[in-house]
């Protein structure tokens, strides 16, 4: 039997066939354009089950989404339903029909007979933008390129720490939902070990996250917790949190992938190692192309993006339809490392760095749990780094620890990528979307 499972709530699959969770009869909202926010992810799950193939559109809000975006975002999607919390009230919604979402109730669905399903647009909105968040436009088929081809496992239990209304999180809610198997949903107010007890309590066999949502979980692993599956993405998997996700979980497969919300998932690494093969680049004819321009990754795939929705000033795609990701990768030997993202580099008297190198070369250090390297300004120089370090052990000698990591960076870095000043703290910010909170973000 499958599951959905909330905090503290069990809802059967089965049950939704013949229950609405929706306020409304649910061919009330065919053809409309629906504008979804929930506090909670457990509605926002219900109401994406339903509405597939009976909105002409979806656009899924993030839970950190600003209020003073929503206005714009309603004008730009057109949108004419929005299905939210009972009693939710939203600005610059007047006028738009409201649909009250809650767990199922005893209302039956009524079928229409030879009404065809409705060719379903799912909207994502970026992160990390300044303004109104960009829309970006898929549809079910874009999103499930990478596992549609994929037998169902009736009994696999899927978890992960995204919310599902961001690309990651609703990757793995469509696996579940489209691949015969369960999921159990994350709380954004639940302690990182009290989700792994939950997780490990309903069975979950394969569970996902950001490599910062990963170095949080060691910290305070649940006991017994082990998943057959871990899987890394939308960070850079350095090799230390690599080896230490396998110490902690020595029998599941570890893998990490490369994905974003407008050029889709590119590929998976399980091999072990950071980075991913040279092998990779350049090969045409399959669902994926990857190429290098001026140290950029470009991708081009069925799983891409349509485009920005009602937007010409930026074009999603090149005129060969490849998105430039703004990941930045250097070649060494046989595999590509990633570097950093294009808008983060830190000039150093016309040197730049990428912060993610040296943070992968400190966490490397066994005395560190995580790391954030950043720009301080300089007279001299412009910028001079310095990096933020959560101490593995509590009473270390902080001076003979920061010594370490010093000659640990020097032995592994050029002399203008070596921190200038190190800083412990006792932790460091994790934005809503599971990254690391970082300035130019």
């Known amino acids: 039997m499958r599951h959905l499972y909330g905090v503290g709530e069990d809802i059967t699959l089965g049950a939704l066939a013949r229950q609405t969770a929706l306020g409304v009869e649910p061919e009330m909202l065919r053809g409309r354009s629906v504008l979804l926010r929930t506090a909670d992810q457990l509605p926002a799950a219900l109401a994406l089950i339903e509405l597939d193939g ?5 656009v899924l809000c993030p839970p950190d989404l600003a ?10 999607a057109e949108i004419d339903a929005i299905v939210s919390d009972p009693g939710m009230t939203l600005p610059g919604a007047e006028g738009v029909v409201h649909v009250a979402v809650s767990r199922p109730g005893s209302a039956r669905r009524v079928a229409v007979e030879g009404r065809p399903a409705e060719r379903t647009e799912w909207v994502l909105l970026t992160s990390g933008t300044t303004g109104v968040p960009k829309l970006v436009v898929h549809t079910l088929a874009t999103l499930t390129g990478a596992f549609a081809a994929a037998p169902a496992q009736p009994r696999t239990v899927w978890s992960t ?10 990757q793995v809610f469509l ?35 950001t490599p910062s949502h990963w170095r949080r979980a060691v910290m305070s692993p649940a006991r017994n917790f082990a998943p057959r599956y871990v899987r890394l993405s939308g960070e850079i998997a ?4 690599l080896d230490r996700l396998q110490t902690v979980y020595p029998q599941s497969q570890i893998a990490h992938a490369f994905a974003s919300t407008e050029a889709g998932v590119a590929f998976e690494v399980r ?48 005129p060969e339809g490849f998105v ?4 930045m990768v250097e070649r060494r030997g046989e595999r590509y490392r990633f570097a950093g993202r294009r808008d983060g580099v830190i000039n150093v008297g016309g040197q730049k760095i990428h912060p993610e190198e040296v943070e992968a070369v400190i966490n490397d250090h066994p005395a560190v749990r995580l790391s954030r390297v950043r720009a301080r300004r300089n007279p001299m120089t412009g ?50 979307s599971g990254k690391l909170l970082r300035d130019h973000a």
């Not at 720490?161 to 609703?170: E, S, T």
């Open 161 to 170: 720490f995204y919310d599902i209304r961001r690309y990651g999180g609703l």
């Open 383 to 432: 910028s001079i780094v310095v990096a933020e370090v959560i101490a593995g052990a509590t009473g270390a000698d902080e001076r003979s620890v920061e010594r370490d990591i010093l000659n640990h960076c020097r032995h592994s870095l050029a002399p203008h990528k070596v921190p200038a000043l190190i800083r412990f703290v006792p932790s460091l910010e994790i934005a809503t």
């Open 324 to 327: 430039d990701t703004g990941d």
């Open 54 to 58: 009976l909105a002409r559109r979806i």
């Open 271 to 318: 091999d072990g190692l950071a980075g991913f093969p040279a092998s990779l680049i350049a090969v045409a004819g399959g669902d994926v192309e990857l190429r290098i321009e001026d140290g950029s990754l470009h991708i081009r795939s069925n799983r891409a993006a349509l485009g920005y929705l009602r937007t010409t000033v930026v074009p999603l795609t090149d």
């Open 238 to 241: 350095d090799q230390a949190v």
């Open 67 to 76: 209020a003073e975006h929503l206005s714009g975002i309603i004008r730009t």
């Open 175 to 209: 696996r579940a939902m489209l691949g015969g198997g369960s999921l159990v949903l994350s709380s954004a107010g639940e302690a990182v070990g009290d989700f792994l007890t939950r997780a490990d309590a309903c069975g979950v066999t394969h569970i996902s996250g």
